[in-house]
């Protein structure tokens, strides 16, 4: 019962190069979510997917893509990195957006 | 302004404690609150929720909305070293919508 994997778990990136975070849900859920957390400054929205064929901007977008690939997966895409987007990324899903949301366990991104 | 404010403390009290953690939020569509507590390295698990306005009490737990002011709570009571984590907000309109977050109060509770 494996709830939401992400992968990698640990990254480091140099300026300027790409990279796409992995999430996949085994809950059937319909609305997943990129979350971006910065200390001292919680989650913030970066991407989210309420449906299967639907993909939204939340409060921080900027630098970042989003592919829903299916039901169960939801990528996020670096296209540039940039030190600003060092960061713990979160991956949730949740049955319909705003009910229980269920998180990965994150990825650690450090853009050098 | 944003459209849910938390402070994000620190705050330290000793066991034994009453924990008062508070958001103010701006939007008035929001009628589900959310609050999800986060231990160190872990991602975010739901603690409880309220529907509209109101208490609701969990255990050592007690939710508390007042929509007239836009203000959330969340007591903890005879607080436990256990208890120390980030504790977020969640305020959510309902159906599918996004779901965003508070800044988490950072606490800690010393035996």
């Known amino acids: 019962n494996a709830g939401v994997t992400q992968t990698p778990k640990f990254q480091v990136l140099k300026t300027g190069q790409s990279m796409t975070l992995q999430c996949a849900q085994d809950?059937?859920?319909?609305?997943m979510y990129w979350y971006r957390q910065d200390p001292g400054m919680g989650l913030r929205l970066i991407y989210y997917?309420?449906?299967?064929?639907?993909?939204d901007k939340g409060e921080v977008p900027n630098g970042y893509n989003v592919s829903r690939l299916n039901k169960r997966e939801f990528s996020l895409r670096l296209e540039s990195a940039a030190p600003s987007q060092t960061s713990v990324y979160f991956c949730?899903?949740?049955?319909?957006?705003?009910?229980?949301?269920?998180f990965g366990q994150g990825t650690r991104l450090t853009v050098v | 302004q944003k459209e849910v404010e938390q402070d994000p403390g620190p705050l330290s009290v000793p066991e034994g404690a009453i924990v008062s953690l508070n958001c103010t939020y701006s939007n008035s569509a929001f009628q589900y609150f959310m609050w999800y507590r986060q231990y160190s390295r872990k991602g975010p698990e739901l603690l409880m929720y309220t529907y509209s306005s109101g208490n609701k009490e969990d255990g050592r737990f007690t939710a508390q909305v007042d929509k007239s002011s836009k203000y959330i709570s969340l007591f903890i009571r005879d607080s436990q070293p256990s208890d120390s984590a980030t504790y977020l907000c969640a305020p959510w309109e309902g159906g599918y919508n996004k779901l965003i977050f508070g800044a988490g109060t950072r606490l800690a509770v010393h035996p």
């Open positions: 809950m059937n859920h319909n609305s």
């Open positions: 949730a899903s949740s049955e319909a957006g705003g009910s229980e949301a269920f």
């Open positions: 997917s309420a449906s299967e064929g639907t993909t």
